[in-house]
């Protein structure tokens, strides 16, 4: 029999989590405090022109086709991906520039003739590396349930040398510095820890496989801009049944005794609910969802942060899709951010063309590039002086404008601060990958999709199992409907 299920949230992994149990034949309703469904991947508009505003590369499709022929139709159906050619060019202030491609043989040809054969020889043995890790991880730690010491050991001897090879031992840094001694390169390999906004001189060796995804499984645009694949699953929901309430905050959840049973909207409706599942930050859940009487979960170290801004540029006929340029020294990002709880003093900035990377048209001389740096979450006391991400604002565009990338003249017409991100997802502290991966234990440590704290309450995000980022907030949707499902009595 159908059951009434509601979602608080219509982010990625709540859209997931929304389409899999309306296929399965449940009443679904989705609440969202923002006026459109699509969380951190949102989009703005100035002067006649639509542009993202969030996530600017797809990885793993084939989770979003897998989604989509779940509801009887097919990602290729839906949008068209784009083959950004190069994939990311890396620019250093010596000089030093690589341009890196869809496809591992392209990259290492590339890299050794940028930085010579040895160079070359040491990139292909990286990825190698980096495969082995996510073949080994793939099925353990990304696609099945959230793991834990007890199923690890419960799975017996081939599961456990499985274990040996994603080398939770070692930190990223250790781990990169034993395969490259090109420093350019190592640039190039540490900054994956940035895709899961961790430290790489602390999280564990096994956040490498980050860099196969990318790498050896490809990454993508999509015609339109990342947010056409937003209104595809919004789309397929709405045919199958599935509400959307915008505009609607919620205030906490409901209970009947040891079982969630509904929530209650900001102002001050009660909605009825055989199951919940949220789609917002693991904190914010703790610190402002729980019914009373529950016992929170602890809270866990944020990710990073970061300083975005979309500017109307110039458009420049040697600009690549996705651009890098490191600072002379990379590893003071990450002392800035994570040893003093600064924004980086030298911002490694980080552009989108969002023309040439997903096909938006743009203006009639312009066209909408995305800019980043990276930055630390806001503290708890939300104390960061406001001028501090203004600053660090002007540092970023200054480097752009000093390496020729952009013009003095380029606009900015659209930007989000930490604070500012804080301030529209609750209780995140403006993190973008929810809890920072920086213990040999993290992925242990991370939320599971089925609450302890209630029966038939269920995580759908990037700060649950399996983590943040585009492909994996869907499948934390997919586990979580499953074990929803299960819950409900399908499974």
Not at 171 to 176: D, E, G, P, Y
Not at 222 to 251: D, P
Not at 442 to 456: T, V
Request: glycine letters at 10%; hydrophobic letters at 45%; proline letters at 7%.
């Amino acid at each position: 029999m159908s059951k009434q299920v509601v979602v608080i949230g219509a982010g990625i992994g709540g859209l997931a989590a929304a389409i899999r149990l309306a296929d399965a034949g449940h009443a679904v309703t989705v609440f969202d405090a923002l006026p459109r469904a699509g969380g951190k991947a949102g989009i703005a508009e100035h002067d006649g022109v639509t542009f993202d505003t969030g996530p600017s590369l797809l990885t793993m499709p084939e989770v979003f086709d897998d989604l989509f022929r779940a509801a009887g139709t097919s990602l290729a159906e839906q949008v068209r991906l784009v083959d950004p050619v190069p994939a990311f060019r890396y620019l250093w202030p010596d000089g030093a520039a690589v341009d890196l491609h869809r496809t591992p043989e392209a990259s290492v040809t590339a890299v050794s003739a940028a930085f010579g054969s040895k160079a070359g020889a040491e990139f292909e043995r990286y990825l190698a590396y980096t495969k082995g890790i996510w073949e080994a991880a793939n099925g353990t730690f990304v696609s099945g349930p959230a793991p834990s010491v007890g199923r690890l050991l419960r799975m017996g001897p081939a599961t456990l040398a499985k274990f040996t090879k994603i080398d939770p031992m070692r930190s990223m840094k250790r781990a990169v510095e034993s395969l490259v001694s090109e420093p350019h390169l190592r640039d190039i390999c540490l900054r994956y820890a940035t895709y899961n906004g961790s430290d790489p001189r602390v999280a564990p060796a096994t956040l490498n496989c980050i860099a196969w995804v990318e790498l050896g499984l490809g990454g993508w645009g999509i015609e339109g801009g990342l947010y056409a694949l937003i209104a595809a699953l919004e789309q397929t929901a709405k045919r199958l049944g599935v509400v959307f309430a915008y505009g609607e905050a919620v205030a906490r959840i409901t209970r009947t005794g040891g079982r969630a049973d509904g929530l209650v909207l900001r102002g001050g409706v009660s909605v009825a609910a055989d199951a919940v599942v949220v789609n917002a930050d693991a904190a914010h859940l703790t610190r402002a969802l729980l019914p009373e009487g529950i016992k929170p979960s602890s809270i866990l170290p944020p990710s990073t942060s970061g300083m975005t801004a979309v500017l109307r540029a110039a458009r420049q006929p040697e600009r690549a899709p996705h651009t890098v340029l490191f600072p002379a020294d990379y590893g003071r990002e990450f002392s800035d951010m994570f040893d003093r709880d600064r924004p980086p003093e030298e911002p490694t900035l980080y552009l989108c063309s969002q023309s040439l990377a997903h096909g938006r048209s743009g203006w009639a001389a312009e066209e909408p590039v995305f800019a980043m740096a990276n930055a630390p979450a806001e503290p708890l006391d939300g104390a960061t002086d406001a001028d501090g991400w203004v600053a660090l604002e002007a540092r970023m565009l200054k480097r752009g404008v000093d390496a020729g990338l952009l013009h003095a003249t380029d606009a900015v017409v659209w930007r989000r601060s930490p604070r500012e991100l804080a301030a529209t997802f609750p209780d995140t502290r403006g993190a973008l990958y929810g809890a920072a991966s920086n213990d040999r234990f993290a992925a242990f440590r991370r939320p599971a999709n089925s609450a302890p704290q209630l029966d038939g309450l269920f995580l759908a995000s990037g700060s649950a199992h399996p983590g943040g980022g585009l492909p994996l907030c869907a499948l934390s949707g997919r586990r979580a409907a499953i074990e929803a499902a299960s819950y409900l009595g399908q499974p």
